[in-house]
Protein backbone atom coordinates (compact mmCIF):
# COMPACT_ATOMS: atom_id res chain seq x y z
CA UNK A 1 0.00 0.00 0.00
CA UNK A 2 1.19 3.36 -1.21
CA UNK A 3 2.05 6.04 1.56
CA UNK A 4 -1.32 8.04 1.86
CA UNK A 5 -0.61 11.37 0.82
CA UNK A 6 -1.87 14.68 2.23
CA UNK A 7 -5.16 16.01 0.98
CA UNK A 8 -5.99 19.34 1.78
CA UNK A 9 -9.76 19.47 2.83
CA UNK A 10 -11.20 21.49 -0.23
CA UNK A 11 -11.96 25.89 0.41
CA UNK A 12 -15.26 25.49 -1.12
CA UNK A 13 -17.10 22.51 0.58
CA UNK A 14 -19.99 21.14 -1.92
CA UNK A 15 -18.05 22.57 -5.08
CA UNK A 16 -18.13 19.22 -6.70
CA UNK A 17 -20.92 16.78 -6.69
CA UNK A 18 -20.85 13.13 -5.72
CA UNK A 19 -23.29 10.42 -7.07
CA UNK A 20 -23.85 7.33 -5.27
CA UNK A 21 -25.98 4.29 -6.66
CA UNK A 22 -26.37 1.92 -4.05
CA UNK A 23 -27.10 -1.84 -4.98
CA UNK A 24 -28.41 -3.99 -1.46
CA UNK A 25 -28.83 -4.30 1.73
CA UNK A 26 -29.04 -1.40 4.28
CA UNK A 27 -25.52 -2.49 5.50
CA UNK A 28 -24.99 -0.69 1.71
CA UNK A 29 -26.63 1.91 2.31
CA UNK A 30 -25.13 2.83 5.69
CA UNK A 31 -21.66 2.67 3.73
CA UNK A 32 -22.64 4.72 1.18
CA UNK A 33 -23.52 7.17 3.48
CA UNK A 34 -19.85 6.86 5.34
CA UNK A 35 -18.44 6.99 1.67
CA UNK A 36 -20.31 10.73 1.11
CA UNK A 37 -19.27 11.46 4.73
CA UNK A 38 -15.19 10.39 3.49
CA UNK A 39 -15.08 12.99 0.62
CA UNK A 40 -17.39 15.79 2.13
CA UNK A 41 -13.62 17.24 3.45
CA UNK A 42 -12.63 17.02 -0.50
CA UNK A 43 -15.48 18.93 -1.33
CA UNK A 44 -17.98 16.53 -2.58
CA UNK A 45 -21.69 17.31 -1.88
CA UNK A 46 -24.30 14.90 -3.26
CA UNK A 47 -26.47 15.11 -5.90
CA UNK A 48 -28.93 12.23 -7.12
CA UNK A 49 -28.50 12.86 -10.61
CA UNK A 50 -25.43 10.84 -12.28
CA UNK A 51 -25.09 13.68 -15.51
CA UNK A 52 -24.72 16.30 -12.84
CA UNK A 53 -21.80 14.22 -10.69
CA UNK A 54 -18.08 14.91 -10.96
CA UNK A 55 -17.87 11.31 -9.12
CA UNK A 56 -19.90 8.29 -9.58
CA UNK A 57 -19.58 5.34 -6.91
CA UNK A 58 -21.47 1.84 -7.96
CA UNK A 59 -22.15 0.47 -4.31
CA UNK A 60 -22.72 -2.86 -5.65
CA UNK A 61 -24.38 -6.03 -3.81
CA UNK A 62 -23.40 -9.68 -4.64
CA UNK A 63 -26.67 -11.59 -3.04
CA UNK A 64 -29.01 -11.14 -5.64
CA UNK A 65 -28.76 -12.93 -9.26
CA UNK A 66 -26.84 -11.75 -12.26
CA UNK A 67 -25.37 -9.03 -10.14
CA UNK A 68 -21.83 -8.70 -12.16
CA UNK A 69 -24.04 -8.37 -14.96
CA UNK A 70 -26.19 -5.40 -13.55
CA UNK A 71 -23.07 -3.77 -12.32
CA UNK A 72 -21.11 -3.72 -16.15
CA UNK A 73 -24.38 -2.67 -17.49
CA UNK A 74 -24.74 0.13 -15.50
CA UNK A 75 -21.04 0.56 -16.27
CA UNK A 76 -21.32 1.01 -19.92
CA UNK A 77 -24.13 4.32 -19.14
CA UNK A 78 -21.57 5.45 -17.23
CA UNK A 79 -19.25 5.11 -19.88
CA UNK A 80 -20.96 7.57 -22.01
CA UNK A 81 -21.58 10.23 -19.42
CA UNK A 82 -17.71 9.87 -18.83
CA UNK A 83 -16.81 10.58 -22.49
CA UNK A 84 -19.06 14.00 -22.66
CA UNK A 85 -17.35 14.53 -18.90
CA UNK A 86 -13.51 13.65 -19.17
CA UNK A 87 -12.97 14.59 -15.84
CA UNK A 88 -15.84 12.62 -14.09
CA UNK A 89 -14.31 9.59 -11.80
CA UNK A 90 -15.91 6.65 -11.80
CA UNK A 91 -15.71 3.98 -8.50
CA UNK A 92 -17.12 0.74 -7.86
CA UNK A 93 -17.29 -0.36 -4.60
CA UNK A 94 -18.85 -3.10 -2.43
CA UNK A 95 -18.93 -6.59 -2.84
CA UNK A 96 -18.95 -6.98 -6.46
CA UNK A 97 -15.72 -4.96 -6.71
CA UNK A 98 -14.47 -7.65 -3.89
CA UNK A 99 -15.15 -10.50 -6.13
CA UNK A 100 -14.53 -9.51 -9.01
CA UNK A 101 -12.37 -6.36 -9.06
CA UNK A 102 -9.23 -7.35 -11.33
CA UNK A 103 -12.06 -7.94 -14.46
CA UNK A 104 -14.17 -4.78 -13.44
CA UNK A 105 -10.25 -3.13 -14.56
CA UNK A 106 -9.71 -4.97 -17.33
CA UNK A 107 -13.14 -5.23 -18.64
CA UNK A 108 -14.14 -1.32 -17.97
CA UNK A 109 -10.71 0.33 -18.12
CA UNK A 110 -12.58 3.96 -17.80
CA UNK A 111 -13.26 2.99 -13.95
CA UNK A 112 -11.01 5.17 -12.11
CA UNK A 113 -11.29 3.45 -8.95
CA UNK A 114 -12.27 0.26 -7.62
CA UNK A 115 -12.47 -1.08 -4.35
CA UNK A 116 -14.03 -3.73 -1.73
CA UNK A 117 -16.24 -2.86 1.81
CA UNK A 118 -13.29 -3.22 3.97
CA UNK A 119 -11.21 0.09 2.56
CA UNK A 120 -13.71 2.55 1.47
CA UNK A 121 -12.04 4.64 4.40
CA UNK A 122 -9.21 5.43 1.98
CA UNK A 123 -11.06 6.92 -0.57
CA UNK A 124 -9.58 10.28 -0.25
CA UNK A 125 -6.48 8.92 -0.80
CA UNK A 126 -7.03 6.49 -3.55
CA UNK A 127 -9.02 9.77 -5.31
CA UNK A 128 -5.54 11.90 -5.11
CA UNK A 129 -3.93 8.74 -6.48
CA UNK A 130 -6.13 9.06 -9.27
CA UNK A 131 -5.51 12.56 -9.70
CA UNK A 132 -2.03 12.31 -9.67
CA UNK A 133 -1.81 9.35 -12.27
CA UNK A 134 -3.91 11.64 -14.51
CA UNK A 135 -1.68 14.79 -14.23
CA UNK A 136 1.68 11.91 -15.00
CA UNK A 137 0.62 9.92 -17.08
CA UNK A 138 4.10 8.66 -17.69
CA UNK A 139 3.62 7.33 -14.20
CA UNK A 140 1.68 5.01 -16.25
CA UNK A 141 -0.80 3.87 -13.76
CA UNK A 142 -4.44 3.37 -15.35
CA UNK A 143 -6.94 3.04 -11.99
CA UNK A 144 -6.78 2.43 -8.18
CA UNK A 145 -7.58 -1.10 -7.42
CA UNK A 146 -7.73 -1.64 -3.49
CA UNK A 147 -9.72 -4.73 -1.90
CA UNK A 148 -7.52 -5.79 0.54
CA UNK A 149 -8.40 -6.84 4.31
CA UNK A 150 -6.54 -4.04 6.00
CA UNK A 151 -5.81 -4.59 9.68
CA UNK A 152 -6.28 -1.58 10.75
CA UNK A 153 -10.02 -1.42 10.85
CA UNK A 154 -11.67 0.95 9.01
CA UNK A 155 -13.74 2.63 11.40
CA UNK A 156 -11.18 4.28 13.25
CA UNK A 157 -10.74 6.58 10.19
CA UNK A 158 -14.50 7.44 9.72
CA UNK A 159 -15.59 10.36 10.73
CA UNK A 160 -18.85 10.49 13.53
CA UNK A 161 -21.64 10.25 11.12
CA UNK A 162 -24.31 12.10 11.38
CA UNK A 163 -28.39 11.72 12.47
CA UNK A 164 -30.32 12.57 9.05
CA UNK A 165 -33.56 12.39 10.38
CA UNK A 166 -35.02 10.32 13.41
CA UNK A 167 -33.83 6.93 12.54
CA UNK A 168 -30.72 5.82 11.61
CA UNK A 169 -28.31 3.33 11.04
CA UNK A 170 -25.25 2.19 13.09
CA UNK A 171 -22.65 -0.69 11.44
CA UNK A 172 -21.20 -2.89 14.98
CA UNK A 173 -20.06 -5.67 13.40
CA UNK A 174 -19.06 -6.69 9.54
CA UNK A 175 -18.25 -10.04 8.04
CA UNK A 176 -19.14 -13.65 8.88
CA UNK A 177 -17.27 -16.66 9.88
CA UNK A 178 -20.22 -19.05 8.76
CA UNK A 179 -20.08 -19.83 5.45
CA UNK A 180 -23.33 -21.11 4.39
CA UNK A 181 -22.50 -22.73 1.43
CA UNK A 182 -24.86 -20.78 -0.93
CA UNK A 183 -23.38 -17.01 0.21
CA UNK A 184 -20.59 -14.65 -0.85
CA UNK A 185 -20.53 -12.87 2.16
CA UNK A 186 -17.17 -14.73 3.77
CA UNK A 187 -15.29 -14.03 0.62
CA UNK A 188 -15.98 -10.42 0.26
CA UNK A 189 -16.65 -8.98 3.94
CA UNK A 190 -13.85 -11.33 5.38
CA UNK A 191 -14.23 -12.56 8.54
CA UNK A 192 -16.57 -11.15 11.45
CA UNK A 193 -15.30 -8.23 13.33
CA UNK A 194 -17.05 -6.34 16.04
CA UNK A 195 -16.38 -2.47 16.89
CA UNK A 196 -15.59 -2.06 20.60
CA UNK A 197 -18.78 -0.81 22.87
CA UNK A 198 -17.56 2.03 23.91
CA UNK A 199 -17.49 3.07 20.24
CA UNK A 200 -20.81 2.35 19.13
CA UNK A 201 -21.79 4.17 22.48
CA UNK A 202 -20.34 7.16 21.47
CA UNK A 203 -21.65 7.40 17.85
CA UNK A 204 -25.61 6.74 19.15
CA UNK A 205 -25.15 9.27 21.65
CA UNK A 206 -23.72 11.37 18.54
CA UNK A 207 -26.44 9.99 16.63
CA UNK A 208 -29.54 10.89 19.23
CA UNK A 209 -28.19 14.20 19.57
CA UNK A 210 -28.83 14.99 15.96
CA UNK A 211 -32.28 14.29 16.32
CA UNK A 212 -32.49 10.03 15.74
CA UNK A 213 -34.90 8.66 17.72
CA UNK A 214 -34.68 5.08 16.57
CA UNK A 215 -30.99 3.31 15.86
CA UNK A 216 -31.38 0.11 13.92
CA UNK A 217 -27.58 -1.85 14.84
CA UNK A 218 -26.52 -3.51 11.50
CA UNK A 219 -23.52 -6.40 11.09
CA UNK A 220 -23.73 -9.29 8.86
CA UNK A 221 -24.31 -10.96 11.69
CA UNK A 222 -25.25 -8.50 14.04
CA UNK A 223 -25.84 -10.75 16.61
CA UNK A 224 -22.27 -12.74 16.85
CA UNK A 225 -21.54 -9.02 18.19
CA UNK A 226 -18.42 -9.90 20.81
CA UNK A 227 -17.02 -6.34 20.92
CA UNK A 228 -14.23 -5.04 23.54
CA UNK A 229 -16.63 -3.97 26.46
CA UNK A 230 -20.33 -5.85 25.96
CA UNK A 231 -20.62 -9.42 26.56
CA UNK A 232 -22.76 -9.64 23.63
CA UNK A 233 -25.61 -8.20 21.76
CA UNK A 234 -27.99 -8.26 24.67
CA UNK A 235 -25.22 -6.45 26.90
CA UNK A 236 -24.72 -4.06 24.25
CA UNK A 237 -28.67 -3.07 23.78
CA UNK A 238 -29.12 -2.71 27.35
CA UNK A 239 -26.03 0.09 26.86
CA UNK A 240 -27.46 1.71 24.64
CA UNK A 241 -31.16 1.75 26.08
CA UNK A 242 -29.18 3.80 29.02
CA UNK A 243 -29.10 6.42 26.07
CA UNK A 244 -31.72 9.21 27.02
CA UNK A 245 -33.47 10.25 24.25
CA UNK A 246 -32.83 6.56 22.07
CA UNK A 247 -36.70 5.67 21.85
CA UNK A 248 -36.34 2.78 19.43
CA UNK A 249 -33.54 -0.08 19.02
CA UNK A 250 -33.78 -2.46 16.25
CA UNK A 251 -31.19 -4.87 14.96
CA UNK A 252 -30.40 -6.86 11.36
CA UNK A 253 -29.16 -9.24 10.22
CA UNK A 254 -29.80 -12.05 12.69
CA UNK A 255 -28.29 -15.64 12.59
CA UNK A 256 -30.44 -18.30 14.38
CA UNK A 257 -27.19 -19.69 15.92
CA UNK A 258 -26.60 -16.50 18.07
CA UNK A 259 -30.04 -16.35 19.01
CA UNK A 260 -28.72 -16.49 23.05
CA UNK A 261 -30.78 -16.31 25.66
CA UNK A 262 -29.23 -13.14 27.38
CA UNK A 263 -30.21 -11.71 23.69
CA UNK A 264 -33.95 -13.33 24.12
CA UNK A 265 -34.22 -11.96 27.41
CA UNK A 266 -33.25 -8.23 26.31
CA UNK A 267 -36.43 -8.82 24.34
CA UNK A 268 -38.46 -9.02 27.27
CA UNK A 269 -36.86 -6.52 29.73
CA UNK A 270 -35.60 -3.64 27.22
CA UNK A 271 -38.88 -1.93 26.43
CA UNK A 272 -36.62 0.31 23.62
CA UNK A 273 -36.23 -3.10 21.53
CA UNK A 274 -38.84 -3.22 18.87
CA UNK A 275 -41.19 -6.81 18.81
CA UNK A 276 -39.83 -7.61 15.62
CA UNK A 277 -37.35 -9.55 14.46
CA UNK A 278 -35.81 -10.88 10.96
CA UNK A 279 -34.62 -14.06 11.89
CA UNK A 280 -33.75 -15.72 8.44
CA UNK A 281 -34.08 -19.47 7.80
CA UNK A 282 -34.13 -20.22 4.42
CA UNK A 283 -35.31 -23.49 4.37
CA UNK A 284 -37.67 -25.54 6.88
CA UNK A 285 -35.83 -28.72 5.89
CA UNK A 286 -33.64 -30.19 7.97
CA UNK A 287 -31.87 -32.06 4.63
CA UNK A 288 -31.57 -28.88 2.93
CA UNK A 289 -30.51 -26.94 6.36
CA UNK A 290 -27.56 -29.05 6.89
CA UNK A 291 -26.43 -29.37 3.47
CA UNK A 292 -26.27 -25.62 3.39
CA UNK A 293 -24.33 -25.32 6.30
CA UNK A 294 -26.73 -23.35 8.33
CA UNK A 295 -25.60 -25.20 11.55
CA UNK A 296 -29.25 -25.52 13.34
CA UNK A 297 -32.24 -27.55 12.45
CA UNK A 298 -35.70 -26.37 11.96
CA UNK A 299 -36.66 -27.28 15.74
CA UNK A 300 -34.25 -25.50 16.65
CA UNK A 301 -35.39 -22.47 15.24
CA UNK A 302 -38.78 -22.91 16.31
CA UNK A 303 -37.33 -23.07 20.02
CA UNK A 304 -35.80 -19.68 19.60
CA UNK A 305 -39.44 -18.60 18.19
CA UNK A 306 -40.89 -19.99 21.19
CA UNK A 307 -38.52 -18.52 23.72
CA UNK A 308 -38.73 -15.16 22.05
CA UNK A 309 -42.64 -15.62 22.38
CA UNK A 310 -42.21 -16.12 26.26
CA UNK A 311 -40.32 -13.26 26.17
CA UNK A 312 -42.37 -10.97 24.74
CA UNK A 313 -45.56 -12.25 23.42
CA UNK A 314 -46.34 -9.59 20.90
CA UNK A 315 -43.23 -10.58 18.87
CA UNK A 316 -43.07 -10.81 15.27
CA UNK A 317 -41.17 -12.08 12.81
CA UNK A 318 -39.60 -11.77 9.19
CA UNK A 319 -37.47 -14.05 7.36
CA UNK A 320 -35.76 -14.61 4.44
CA UNK A 321 -36.25 -18.27 1.90
CA UNK A 322 -34.63 -19.82 -0.98
CA UNK A 323 -36.49 -21.97 -3.30
CA UNK A 324 -34.84 -24.62 -5.52
CA UNK A 325 -31.67 -25.04 -3.17
CA UNK A 326 -29.62 -27.87 -5.14
CA UNK A 327 -31.31 -31.04 -3.27
CA UNK A 328 -34.75 -29.72 -2.73
CA UNK A 329 -37.25 -31.90 -3.39
CA UNK A 330 -40.95 -31.67 -2.88
CA UNK A 331 -40.51 -33.06 0.75
CA UNK A 332 -38.01 -30.52 1.55
CA UNK A 333 -40.32 -28.01 0.33
CA UNK A 334 -43.76 -28.64 1.97
CA UNK A 335 -41.03 -28.66 4.73
CA UNK A 336 -40.26 -25.19 4.35
CA UNK A 337 -44.27 -24.53 3.78
CA UNK A 338 -45.46 -25.90 6.77
CA UNK A 339 -42.45 -24.47 9.12
CA UNK A 340 -43.72 -20.67 7.33
CA UNK A 341 -47.75 -21.42 8.15
CA UNK A 342 -46.43 -22.97 11.54
CA UNK A 343 -44.56 -19.45 12.69
CA UNK A 344 -47.15 -16.98 10.51
CA UNK A 345 -44.34 -14.72 9.61
CA UNK A 346 -45.16 -10.78 9.10
CA UNK A 347 -42.41 -10.16 6.24
CA UNK A 348 -39.88 -11.81 4.16
CA UNK A 349 -37.73 -12.03 1.68
CA UNK A 350 -37.73 -15.04 -0.53
CA UNK A 351 -35.39 -15.42 -3.82
CA UNK A 352 -35.01 -18.73 -6.32
CA UNK A 353 -31.56 -19.87 -5.91
CA UNK A 354 -28.55 -19.21 -7.98
CA UNK A 355 -25.53 -20.50 -8.29
CA UNK A 356 -23.13 -17.59 -7.10
CA UNK A 357 -19.33 -18.48 -8.56
CA UNK A 358 -16.81 -19.99 -6.06
CA UNK A 359 -19.21 -21.03 -3.69
CA UNK A 360 -19.84 -24.86 -2.76
CA UNK A 361 -23.58 -24.90 -3.41
CA UNK A 362 -23.00 -24.10 -7.21
CA UNK A 363 -21.04 -27.46 -7.77
CA UNK A 364 -23.57 -29.43 -6.02
CA UNK A 365 -25.75 -32.30 -7.92
CA UNK A 366 -28.46 -32.13 -8.39
CA UNK A 367 -29.16 -28.63 -9.19
CA UNK A 368 -32.96 -28.25 -9.17
CA UNK A 369 -34.58 -26.86 -12.43
CA UNK A 370 -35.45 -22.96 -13.04
CA UNK A 371 -39.33 -23.80 -13.65
CA UNK A 372 -39.51 -25.70 -10.63
CA UNK A 373 -37.75 -23.61 -8.66
CA UNK A 374 -39.74 -20.30 -10.24
CA UNK A 375 -43.02 -22.43 -9.28
CA UNK A 376 -41.96 -22.91 -5.92
CA UNK A 377 -41.05 -19.44 -5.64
CA UNK A 378 -44.58 -18.61 -6.53
CA UNK A 379 -46.29 -20.44 -4.22
CA UNK A 380 -43.74 -19.56 -1.51
CA UNK A 381 -44.86 -16.09 -1.76
CA UNK A 382 -48.54 -16.33 -2.16
CA UNK A 383 -48.82 -18.01 1.18
CA UNK A 384 -45.97 -15.77 2.99
CA UNK A 385 -48.65 -12.41 1.11
CA UNK A 386 -51.53 -13.94 2.93
CA UNK A 387 -50.05 -13.78 5.88
CA UNK A 388 -48.34 -10.37 6.09
CA UNK A 389 -52.29 -9.67 4.90
CA UNK A 390 -53.60 -11.14 7.49
CA UNK A 391 -51.36 -9.55 10.50
CA UNK A 392 -52.03 -6.16 8.79
CA UNK A 393 -55.64 -6.78 9.15
CA UNK A 394 -55.34 -7.61 12.42
CA UNK A 395 -53.78 -4.13 13.51
CA UNK A 396 -56.96 -2.38 12.41
CA UNK A 397 -58.93 -1.35 15.65
CA UNK A 398 -55.19 -1.08 17.53
CA UNK A 399 -53.28 1.68 18.77
CA UNK A 400 -49.80 1.70 17.78
CA UNK A 401 -46.66 4.30 19.02
CA UNK A 402 -45.78 5.55 15.96
CA UNK A 403 -42.20 7.34 15.00
CA UNK A 404 -43.36 9.86 12.49
CA UNK A 405 -40.46 9.79 9.70
CA UNK A 406 -41.36 12.54 7.10
CA UNK A 407 -44.11 13.95 4.57
CA UNK A 408 -46.56 11.12 2.86
CA UNK A 409 -47.32 11.63 -0.59
CA UNK A 410 -50.51 13.75 0.34
CA UNK A 411 -50.93 17.30 1.32
CA UNK A 412 -51.28 17.49 4.83
CA UNK A 413 -50.49 13.47 5.83
CA UNK A 414 -47.41 12.24 7.51
CA UNK A 415 -45.53 9.17 6.82
CA UNK A 416 -43.95 7.02 10.44
CA UNK A 417 -43.12 3.72 11.38
CA UNK A 418 -45.09 0.97 13.54
CA UNK A 419 -43.04 -1.09 16.17
CA UNK A 420 -43.32 -3.77 13.80
CA UNK A 421 -41.73 -1.67 10.60
CA UNK A 422 -45.27 -1.34 9.00
CA UNK A 423 -45.67 2.08 7.10
CA UNK A 424 -48.35 3.82 8.49
CA UNK A 425 -50.16 7.25 7.61
CA UNK A 426 -52.23 9.59 8.62
CA UNK A 427 -52.87 13.45 8.67
CA UNK A 428 -51.27 15.81 10.76
CA UNK A 429 -48.85 18.60 11.12
CA UNK A 430 -45.84 18.30 10.18
CA UNK A 431 -44.06 19.82 13.52
CA UNK A 432 -44.60 16.13 14.61
CA UNK A 433 -41.92 14.87 12.38
CA UNK A 434 -39.28 13.11 14.46
CA UNK A 435 -42.21 12.64 17.44
CA UNK A 436 -43.42 8.98 18.60
CA UNK A 437 -47.13 9.39 18.90
CA UNK A 438 -50.13 6.73 20.01
CA UNK A 439 -52.64 6.33 16.20
CA UNK A 440 -55.42 4.29 15.69
CA UNK A 441 -55.10 1.89 13.11
CA UNK A 442 -58.08 2.34 10.97
CA UNK A 443 -57.66 1.15 7.60
CA UNK A 444 -55.16 -1.47 5.53
CA UNK A 445 -53.50 -1.15 2.07
CA UNK A 446 -51.26 -3.72 0.90
CA UNK A 447 -48.04 -3.14 2.63
CA UNK A 448 -49.55 0.39 4.68
CA UNK A 449 -51.61 1.22 7.01
CA UNK A 450 -53.88 4.08 7.68
CA UNK A 451 -54.08 5.95 11.06
CA UNK A 452 -55.76 8.57 12.72
CA UNK A 453 -54.64 10.49 15.49
CA UNK A 454 -55.85 8.20 18.91
CA UNK A 455 -55.32 11.16 21.59
CA UNK A 456 -58.51 13.04 20.75
CA UNK A 457 -61.62 14.41 22.55
CA UNK A 458 -62.37 10.95 23.04
CA UNK A 459 -59.12 10.73 25.40
CA UNK A 460 -56.58 7.77 25.28
CA UNK A 461 -57.62 4.94 22.82
CA UNK A 462 -56.05 1.89 24.20
CA UNK A 463 -55.34 -1.50 21.78
CA UNK A 464 -58.11 -3.56 20.85
CA UNK A 465 -60.85 -0.73 21.28
CA UNK A 466 -63.20 0.39 18.53
CA UNK A 467 -61.87 3.64 16.94
CA UNK A 468 -64.17 6.54 17.31
CA UNK A 469 -64.69 9.03 14.51
CA UNK A 470 -64.81 12.79 14.78
CA UNK A 471 -64.87 14.99 11.37
CA UNK A 472 -61.36 16.63 12.23
CA UNK A 473 -60.08 12.63 11.73
CA UNK A 474 -60.92 12.12 8.30
CA UNK A 475 -59.03 9.76 6.57
CA UNK A 476 -56.35 10.60 3.81
CA UNK A 477 -55.71 8.25 1.01
CA UNK A 478 -53.51 5.33 1.67
CA UNK A 479 -50.57 4.84 -0.33
CA UNK A 480 -47.91 2.20 0.08
CA UNK A 481 -44.47 2.53 1.33
S1 LIG B 1 -24.63 -16.36 7.90
FE1 LIG B 1 -24.60 -17.44 5.94
S2 LIG B 1 -26.03 -16.26 4.65
FE2 LIG B 1 -25.51 -14.96 6.39
S3 LIG B 1 -23.75 -13.73 5.66
FE3 LIG B 1 -22.90 -15.53 6.70
S4 LIG B 1 -22.58 -17.03 5.08
FE4 LIG B 1 -23.96 -15.46 4.25
Not at 16 to 32: A, R
Not at 99 to 111: F, K, L, N, Q, T
Not at 172 to 201: H, N
Not at 435 to 460: H, K, M, N, Q
Amino acid sequence: MADAPNIAPAKTPGRKKLFIKTYGCQMNVYDSGRMADVLAPLGYAPTDRPDDADMVILNTCHIREKAAEKVFSDLGRLRALKTAKADMLIAVAGCVAQAEGAEIMARAPYVDIVLGPQTYHRLPEMVARTARAKNDPAAGQKGVLDTEFPAEPKFDHLPAPKADGPTAFLSIQEGCDKFCTFCVVPYTRGAEYSRPAADILREARGLVAGGAAEITLLGQNVNAYHGEGARGLGSLIRALAEIDGLARIRYTTSHPRDMDDDLIKAHGDVPQLMPFLHLPVQSGSDKILASMNRGHTRDDYRRIVDKLRDARADMALSSDFITGYPGEADRDFDDTMELINEIGFVQSFSFKYSPRPGTPAALMKPQVPDDVKTARLHLLQQVLDIHLRNFNKDCVGRTFDVLLTGSGRYPGQLVGRSPYLQAVHVMADPKHIGTIVPLAIVSVEAYSLGAVWAEDSFGRISCGEPVPTSPGNALAPVVSA
